[in-house]
């Protein structure tokens, strides 16, 4: 791999970099207005509250974010080997890539990309030994590859598939139907959908789905979504023909999540207030014409998700007694409240999902934040492991209780998704597709430290480097967290990370609390009243690869998006001297006030409710926009955003960036980068994702030593 190195042979030894002064960078003038709010006796200025407008409708907002993104382009414009790293991660992106399969009705299921595409299209096999063919092909869909096919899910007889179309990034889904035979689209057209599954009817004559109502004219990327309903729509008919199936408008907060067992009897309803897993289970017997939705789990206490069914007998994976979650069976037969029997106990890894396929229980496990896959007997008893290939991460294992196969995606941080075939009878796994890579995995290494946080809690951290990179000498260091919402971060494959590491730089991943890495008392540690924790743990990381002369607060770059954006924004304004670089993309800025957007009230789970004082309080601690501090040097920073991001409004990070630029804290520059036509990262089009990473490394590199002048 001695090609790797040209790029940056020169720059690897560097211990530390000093830069010459450079000129000052003249922002766009934003202007401070007086809004003020208070709060249990504190007032709160807020004064640039007028760019949380939409880009769209307000033309002073729009005006502000041409001239910051010229600003931001003119200073990108000067770094040292921008083009190159761009060149370096477009050849390195140009593989082919395949999503796991999904079988039904004899066909499988397939997304692929043949390397450079912007977006995936769907295939199909008509058999074992059919070829593939093409069904839907999103790329011709818009002049810039900003429209991505999103959701979709094959009827069981396999004659159509339903899908739905993501445009510009937003949540927002229209949905359509394709005949398979055909590849062509049938009449049905369904709109204002959003954070819905589709689960078809046993017969195939049509689905369910979930949506809300529509939204005032101008506000579909803004307002708040209430009052989600379930909806059966039948095939070839209006949407406005569909049928309610379950709502709940005395509790317009609740979400609904609906799907139907495996052999169509039951459809499972899970209904949740925030992004808690925490969740009420009504079931609504399909053979009872009335579909009279009836209450399997009426508090709304605990996690609840279905790994299988055969007739009445319900298979779940569920956090209740057990932080660490356990599988239990259900009697969907017996009248009243889910009378839970324990199959598959907790264990010291925590369960993240199960599936019931050919007659076994297939069971995958975090385990110190890998993955690992165990089989168990429908009665419970353990039958053994799933070899893996390494450490690393795997998704998939999707079907039906009948199928005797399933299939599985494994990949690591240098080891990109390789597809495998399990047969349950077996029990081997065998490759169904493999990519063909520009690079040879085993250049690089992979290991995993663990490292004390302020208050003496061991904090899981991977490393990942070149196998040439000596990291008992300082390095330039890229550390990566997102520490909320129970999601755990694997090691996974990406290949904007391999191009980092190809640069020379190492990368980190800590695993912090607020995560689901080591079940519900991992995910309370970070949350809440105790977000700090989160917070403590991020800095200590970087304490650690300091101290362990992995790197220098000179050479060190913090990324997060989205809570991890926050995350960034947080740690940079405790501990500015820590890091040279800080990369908050896409990421939760106002702490005050997040809970008034699209999303964003679903939050109040892990953040706590600005309208409660307690909560309040903590909030206003950490929340990034309020507390950039005049007086300290900052780290060069480079926020990321996108005008169409309706998860995370962009006037979040257009806030926090007017508040950086208009404070007083050192030489360094405070950029934003706004893209346009794109949302909160689902759907975006690979050239727009190569020109933003390839911008965000030249960025971290110069200002961490990697590359220069």
Same mark, same amino acid.
């Given at each position: 791999m001695r090609r790797v190195l040209v790029l940056t042979a020169a720059v690897l030894s560097m211990t530390s970099l000093s830069f010459a002064a450079e000129p000052a960078i003249s922002y766009p003038p934003a202007q401070r207005g007086t809004v003020a709010d208070t709060s249990f006796g504190v007032t709160v200025p807020d004064p640039y509250r007028w760019l949380e407008e939409s880009v769209r409708t307000a033309p002073e907002v729009s005006a502000w974010v041409d001239a910051e993104n010229k600003v931001t382009q003119r200073e990108l414009a000067k770094l040292p080997q921008r083009e190159a790293i761009r060149d370096r991660l477009t050849k390195l992106w140009n593989f082919e890539k395949f999503t796991v399969p999904a079988t039904e009705g004899g066909r499988t299921f397939f997304e692929h990309n043949t390397g450079l595409q912007n977006q995936y299209a769907l295939?199909?096999?008509? &058999?074992?030994?059919?070829?593939?063919?093409?069904?839907?092909?999103?790329?011709?869909?818009?002049? @810039?590859?900003?429209?991505?096919?999103?959701?979709? #899910? %094959?009827? =069981?007889?396999?004659?159509?598939?339903?899908? %739905?179309?993501?445009?510009?990034?937003?949540?927002?889904?229209?949905?359509?139907?394709?005949?398979?035979?055909?590849?062509?689209?049938?009449? /049905?057209?369904?709109?204002?959908?959003?954070?819905?599954?589709? *689960?078809?009817?046993?017969?195939?004559?049509?689905?369910?789905?979930?949506?809300?109502?529509?939204?005032?004219?101008?506000?579909?990327?803004?307002?708040?979504?209430?009052?989600?309903?379930?909806?059966?729509?039948?095939?070839?008919?209006?949407? *406005?023909?569909?049928?309610?199936?379950?709502?709940?408008?005395?509790?317009?907060?609740?979400?609904?999540?609906?799907?139907?067992?495996?052999?169509?009897?039951?459809?499972?309803?899970?209904?949740?207030?925030?992004?808690?897993?925490?969740?009420?289970?009504?079931?609504? @017997?399909?053979? /009872?014409?009335?579909?009279?939705?009836?209450?399997?789990?009426?508090?709304?206490?605990?996690s609840f998700a279905l790994a299988g069914a055969e007739g009445d007998k319900l298979y779940f994976v569920t956090n209740r007694s057990a932080p660490n979650y356990r599988l239990v069976a259900v009697d969907a037969a017996k009248p009243g409240e889910a009378d839970v029997q324990p199959l598959v106990p907790e264990a010291k890894a925590t369960i993240e999902k199960a599936s019931l396929i050919g007659g076994k229980l297939i069971v995958a496990y975090i385990e110190d934040a890998k993955s690992v896959v165990r089989l168990f007997g429908k009665d419970g008893q353990a039958q053994g492991e799933i070899a893996l290939p390494g450490i690393g991460s795997v998704t998939g294992f999707d079907g039906h209780a009948g199928d005797k196969e399933t299939y599985y995606r494994f990949s690591s941080f240098a080891l990109p998704p390789t597809l495998y075939r399990?047969?349950?009878?077996?029990?081997?796994?065998?490759?169904?597709?493999?990519?063909?890579?520009?690079?040879?995995?085993?250049?690089?290494?992979?290991?995993?430290?663990?490292?004390? #946080?302020? @208050?003496?809690?061991?904090?899981?951290?991977?490393?990942? =480097?070149?196998?040439?990179?000596?990291?008992?000498?300082?390095?330039?260091?890229?550390?990566?967290?997102?520490?909320?919402?129970?999601?755990?971060?694997?090691?996974t494959f990406d290949v904007t990370r391999l191009a980092w590491m190809q640069m020379g730089g190492v990368y980190a991943v800590a695993n912090l609390r607020g995560g689901g890495e080591y079940g519900k008392a991992w995910h309370d540690g970070g949350r809440l009243l105790k977000k700090q924790n989160v917070f403590d743990d991020f800095i200590a990381a970087g304490e650690y690869l300091v101290k362990t002369k992995v790197t220098t607060p000179k050479q060190l770059a913090v990324y997060g998006r989205s809570n991890g954006g926050l995350l960034v924004g947080a740690v940079v304004n405790q501990r500015p001297d820590l890091f040279a670089a800080a990369l908050p993309a896409v990421g939760v800025q106002d702490m005050l006030r997040f809970n008034q957007f699209t999303a964003g009230r679903f939050w109040v789970d892990d953040y706590?409710?600005?309208?409660?004082?307690?909560?309040?309080?903590?909030?206003?601690?950490?929340?990034?926009? =309020?507390?950039?501090? *005049? &007086?300290?040097?900052?780290?060069?920073?480079?926020?990321?955003?996108a005008d169409t991001d309706d998860r995370v409004v962009p006037g979040h990070s257009f806030k926090y960036a007017a508040a950086l630029q208009a404070a007083k804290i050192g030489p360094k520059p405070h950029l934003i980068r706004i893209e346009t036509r794109a949302g909160h990262g689902s759907g975006k089009p690979t050239d727009k994702i190569i020109a933003e990473y390839s911008d965000m490394w030249a960025f971290i590199g110069f200002y961490t030593g990697l590359t220069k002048k």
């Amino acid at each position: 791999m001695r090609r790797v190195l040209v790029l940056t042979a020169a720059v690897l030894s560097m211990t530390s970099l000093s830069f010459a002064a450079e000129p000052a960078i003249s922002y766009p003038p934003a202007q401070r207005g007086t809004v003020a709010d208070t709060s249990f006796g504190v007032t709160v200025p807020d004064p640039y509250r007028w760019l949380e407008e939409s880009v769209r409708t307000a033309p002073e907002v729009s005006a502000w974010v041409d001239a910051e993104n010229k600003v931001t382009q003119r200073e990108l414009a000067k770094l040292p080997q921008r083009e190159a790293i761009r060149d370096r991660l477009t050849k390195l992106w140009n593989f082919e890539k395949f999503t796991v399969p999904a079988t039904e009705g004899g066909r499988t299921f397939f997304e692929h990309n043949t390397g450079l595409q912007n977006q995936y299209a769907l295939l199909v096999q008509d &058999g074992p030994d059919a070829a593939p063919r093409q069904l839907l092909d999103p790329n011709g869909w818009a002049t @810039d590859g900003a429209t991505a096919l999103a959701e979709w #899910s %094959a009827s =069981h007889d396999g004659k159509h598939v339903v899908y %739905a179309i993501q445009d510009g990034g937003t949540d927002w889904r229209t949905v359509k139907v394709l005949n398979v035979d055909t590849a062509q689209d049938e009449s /049905d057209r369904l709109r204002w959908v959003k954070f819905s599954g589709l *689960s078809w009817n046993a017969d195939g004559s049509g689905f369910f789905y979930s949506r809300y109502a529509e939204p005032p004219q101008g506000a579909e990327y803004q307002s708040t979504n209430l009052d989600q309903t379930v909806y059966f729509h039948k095939l070839g008919t209006a949407q *406005s023909e569909d049928r309610k199936v379950y709502a709940t408008p005395d509790r317009p907060k609740l979400t609904h999540d609906a799907e139907v067992t495996d052999d169509g009897h039951y459809l499972v309803i899970y209904s949740r207030e925030g992004t808690d897993d925490r969740c009420q289970v009504t079931l609504v @017997d399909l053979r /009872d014409p009335t579909w009279k939705p009836r209450t399997l789990v009426a508090s709304m206490e605990d996690s609840f998700a279905l790994a299988g069914a055969e007739g009445d007998k319900l298979y779940f994976v569920t956090n209740r007694s057990a932080p660490n979650y356990r599988l239990v069976a259900v009697d969907a037969a017996k009248p009243g409240e889910a009378d839970v029997q324990p199959l598959v106990p907790e264990a010291k890894a925590t369960i993240e999902k199960a599936s019931l396929i050919g007659g076994k229980l297939i069971v995958a496990y975090i385990e110190d934040a890998k993955s690992v896959v165990r089989l168990f007997g429908k009665d419970g008893q353990a039958q053994g492991e799933i070899a893996l290939p390494g450490i690393g991460s795997v998704t998939g294992f999707d079907g039906h209780a009948g199928d005797k196969e399933t299939y599985y995606r494994f990949s690591s941080f240098a080891l990109p998704p390789t597809l495998y075939r399990y047969d349950v009878a077996s029990g081997q796994s065998s490759v169904f597709k493999q990519p063909q890579v520009p690079f040879d995995p085993a250049d690089y290494v992979v290991s995993q430290v663990f490292y004390p #946080s302020k @208050d003496g809690t061991k904090i899981p951290m991977f490393l990942a =480097h070149l196998r040439g990179v000596d990291i008992t000498k300082p390095h330039p260091t890229l550390l990566y967290g997102y520490g909320g919402f129970n999601i755990p971060v694997l090691p996974t494959f990406d290949v904007t990370r391999l191009a980092w590491m190809q640069m020379g730089g190492v990368y980190a991943v800590a695993n912090l609390r607020g995560g689901g890495e080591y079940g519900k008392a991992w995910h309370d540690g970070g949350r809440l009243l105790k977000k700090q924790n989160v917070f403590d743990d991020f800095i200590a990381a970087g304490e650690y690869l300091v101290k362990t002369k992995v790197t220098t607060p000179k050479q060190l770059a913090v990324y997060g998006r989205s809570n991890g954006g926050l995350l960034v924004g947080a740690v940079v304004n405790q501990r500015p001297d820590l890091f040279a670089a800080a990369l908050p993309a896409v990421g939760v800025q106002d702490m005050l006030r997040f809970n008034q957007f699209t999303a964003g009230r679903f939050w109040v789970d892990d953040y706590g409710d600005p309208a409660n004082e307690a909560d309040f309080r903590n909030l206003l601690t950490f929340s990034p926009y =309020h507390n950039v501090k *005049s &007086g300290r040097d900052y780290p060069a920073i480079l926020v990321t955003t996108a005008d169409t991001d309706d998860r995370v409004v962009p006037g979040h990070s257009f806030k926090y960036a007017a508040a950086l630029q208009a404070a007083k804290i050192g030489p360094k520059p405070h950029l934003i980068r706004i893209e346009t036509r794109a949302g909160h990262g689902s759907g975006k089009p690979t050239d727009k994702i190569i020109a933003e990473y390839s911008d965000m490394w030249a960025f971290i590199g110069f200002y961490t030593g990697l590359t220069k002048k």
